[in-house]
C-alpha cells in the first residue's frame, strides 16, 4: 500500500520499504518518526487529511546535498559574487504505512490512570479560582460629539471685483 505525505513543504509518495531523502528532520541515526500529514492512503483520499493515518519511518542518516553555486554578477559594472549552499539533509527508511494510526502503548497502565487523576485535580482548583475571582465591570467607551459643518461660501468672480488697473 502507498501513501503521500506532505514534509518540509513538499509532498512525497511512500511505500513500505522505501528509502526517500527530505529536508533535515531533527533526530539521530535509528530514531523512529511518525508522519500524521497523510494525504492519500491507497485509495483513500483525505480533505485535506486522512483521518487517523499514520506513516512511521526510521531515520537512517543525517547527511548534506551536493553543493549549488550561486552566482550574481551585474554587467560593466564589475560586480561579481559567488556563493555556495548545501541543503541538510534526512535519509528515511519507511518502515510502516497505516490507514489507521495505532495507538502508543504506555509504559504501565498505572502511570495512565495516575496522570488522569492528577489532571482532573488541577481542573477542579482551577474551576474554585475562577469562581472566587471577581468580575470586571464591562467599560463603556465614550463617543466624541460630532462637530458641526460649516459651509464655505463660495468665492468671487473677477466680475465682483473693482478693477486696479486702470483703463
Known amino acids: 500500500m502507498h501513501a503521500v505525505i506532505k514534509t518540509g513543504g513538499k509532498q512525497y509518495r511512500v511505500a513500505k520499504d522505501d528509502i526517500i531523502t527530505i529536508e533535515r528532520l531533527s533526530g539521530d541515526a535509528g530514531a523512529i518518526?511518525?508522519?500524521?500529514?497523510?494525504?492519500?492512503v491507497g485509495d483513500k483520499i483525505g480533505t485535506p487529511h486522512v483521518?487517523?493515518?499514520a506513516v512511521t519511518a526510521k531515520i537512517v542518516e543525517q547527511t548534506r546535498g551536493d553543493k549549488v553555486v550561486v552566482f550574481k554578477k551585474k554587467r560593466r559594472k564589475d560586480y561579481k559574487r559567488t556563493a555556495g549552499h548545501?541543503?541538510?539533509l534526512t535519509v528515511l527508511q519507511i518502515t510502516d504505512v497505516a490507514a489507521a494510526a495505532k495507538k502508543a502503548s504506555s509504559a504501565s497502565p498505572k502511570a495512565a490512570a495516575?496522570?488522569?487523576v492528577v489532571k482532573e485535580k488541577a481542573t477542579?482548583?482551577?474551576?474554585?479560582?475562577?469562581d472566587k475571582a471577581p468580575r470586571k465591570k464591562a467599560t463603556v467607551k465614550?463617543?466624541?460629539?460630532k462637530k458641526a459643518v460649516v459651509k464655505k461660501t463660495p468665492a468671487k468672480k473677477s466680475s465682483d471685483k473693482p478693477s486696479d488697473t486702470k483703463k
Open 33 to 40: 518518526v511518525t508522519f500524521d500529514q497523510v494525504l492519500m
Open 51 to 53: 483521518s487517523g493515518a
Open 86 to 88: 548545501r541543503q541538510d
Open 114 to 116: 495516575d496522570t488522569k
Open 124 to 130: 477542579e482548583k482551577d474551576t474554585k479560582e475562577a
Open 142 to 145: 465614550k463617543v466624541a460629539a
